[in-house]
C-alpha cells in the first residue's frame, strides 16, 4: 500500500510570497559558497545534502487530498485542492475517451476539504463515475456540493457535470468491504461532524484523522481513538497546532496539535504518525521546528518505544 499526499494544509490553500522565495535563494546561495560543481548530478547531490529541507523543497500549499495507491483503482481521501494536481495527472494519464472510477472517502463538508472538485477534470467528462462515501448523511453531502457548483459561487451548475456521481452513506457502527479494503469509520469532534476511516488490507493498516479535537482530559474520548488507532502501521493525523495553542486561543477550534498526537498514538502502539492539515500562518520553517520538536519529545516520553514521525507535505509518498 502506498500513500500519496497531493495536499496537507488546513483552512485554506496557501502560497509562498516573492519575498519568501528570494531568502530561500539567498540562503542556498550562501551555503553554496565557493563551490563548484562539474555536472548537474553533482549539483543536485550537494541540494539533497546540504541544503535543508524547508529551502529545498518546502511542504507546499494544496489543501487536505491523499491517495492510497493499491492495484488499479482510484482511491482518494478528501477533495481539498490538492484534487486539481491529481486531476492533472489523471487526465494525462488517460485522456478524455478513457472513463474511470474514482472513490472518494470524505472526512466532512468544510470547504477547505470539497473546494478542490470544481478544478477537477474528469467530474466533466462523460463515462467517469464519481463514488462520494462518508459518514454524514446522503443528503447533506449533495447539499454541500451542490451549493458549492451553484450561483453565484461556480459558473458550472451541478447539473451540466457530465460524470455519474453516486453518494453512499457509511455508517459507524460496522465494518465495510470496499474495494478490497475493511473500512470502518469514528466519529469525532468537530464542528459539524467529522469522521476518521480506518483502512486495513492484507494485515496493514492505514488510519486517516484529520479535523479533530482530542482533549486527552477526557478519558472516554481517549480510549475510543486509541482503540480506532490501534496496532496502525500509519497514522495520518490533524496536529495543526501545537499543543500551548489548542489548550488556549485555539481551545474548540476542531483541530488537535503535535503532541496529543504522540500520545494518542505512543499508547496505540502505533508505527508511523505523520502530522497533517498544517496551519496555513505557519511557514516552512516552523513546520519544520515543529517536526524536530515533536520528534524531541516523543523521545522523552517514548519509554524506549519506536515510532516513526514525519510530517505532510505536496507530494510526498509513504510506504506501508
Known amino acids: 500500500m502506498r500513500v500519496r499526499f497531493w495536499g496537507t494544509r488546513g483552512s485554506i490553500p496557501v502560497a509562498a510570497s516573492g519575498r519568501t522565495i528570494r531568502e530561500k535563494v539567498a540562503q542556498a546561495l550562501r551555503l553554496a559558497e565557493g563551490r563548484r560543481f ?21 511542504y507546499g500549499g494544496d489543501t487536505s487530498c491523499i491517495q492510497i495507491e493499491a492495484g488499479d483503482r482510484y482511491i482518494l481521501f478528501d477533495m481539498g485542492s490538492g484534487l486539481r494536481r491529481f486531476g492533472q495527472q489523471v487526465m494525462a494519464e488517460h485522456g478524455p475517451d478513457r472513463p474511470q472510477e474514482y472513490h472518494f472517502f470524505m472526512s466532512h463538508m468544510h470547504w477547505d476539504h470539497i473546494m478542490g472538485l470544481p478544478f477537477f477534470p474528469p467530474i466533466y467528462i462523460p463515462g467517469n463515475t464519481i463514488h462520494v462515501y462518508g459518514g454524514h448523511a446522503v443528503s447533506m453531502m449533495q447539499e454541500a456540493f451542490r451549493r458549492q457548483q451553484s450561483s453565484p459561487f461556480f459558473p458550472v451548475y451541478w447539473g451540466q457535470l457530465g460524470a455519474r456521481i453516486v453518494f453512499t452513506h457509511l455508517e459507524t457502527d460496522r465494518t465495510h468491504e470496499i474495494n478490497g479494503f475493511s473500512i470502518r469509520l469514528t466519529e469525532q469532534s468537530h464542528h459539524g461532524g467529522s469522521f476518521g476511516f480506518r483502512f486495513e488490507q492484507g494485515g496493514k493498516v492505514l488510519v486517516y484523522s484529520t479535523d479533530t479535537e482530542h482533549k486527552l482530559e477526557d478519558e472516554a474520548q481517549t480510549d475510543a481513538a486509541v482503540s480506532f488507532f490501534q496496532g496502525a502501521d500509519l497514522v495520518i493525523y490533524d496536529a495543526m497546532y501545537s499543543l500551548a495553542e489548542m489548550v488556549t486561543v485555539k481551545e474548540d477550534w476542531g483541530h488537535s496539535s503535535n503532541v496529543v498526537g504522540v500520545d494518542l498514538c505512543h499508547r496505540a502502539g502505533v508505527k508511523h504518525y505523520c502530522m497533517f492539515h498544517h496551519e496555513p500562518a505557519y511557514d516552512d520553517e516552523m513546520i519544520d521546528t515543529n517536526l524536530e520538536e515533536t520528534r524531541r519529545y516523543a523521545e522523552i516520553v ?19
Open 38 to 58: 562539474g555536472t548537474e548530478e553533482d549539483l543536485e547531490r550537494f541540494i539533497d545534502a546540504s541544503i535543508p529541507f524547508p529551502v529545498r523543497h518546502g
Open 302 to 320: 517514548g519509554e524506549g518505544r519506536n515510532m516513526t514521525i514525519s510530517t505532510a507535505y505536496d507530494d510526498m509518498v509513504i510506504e506501508i
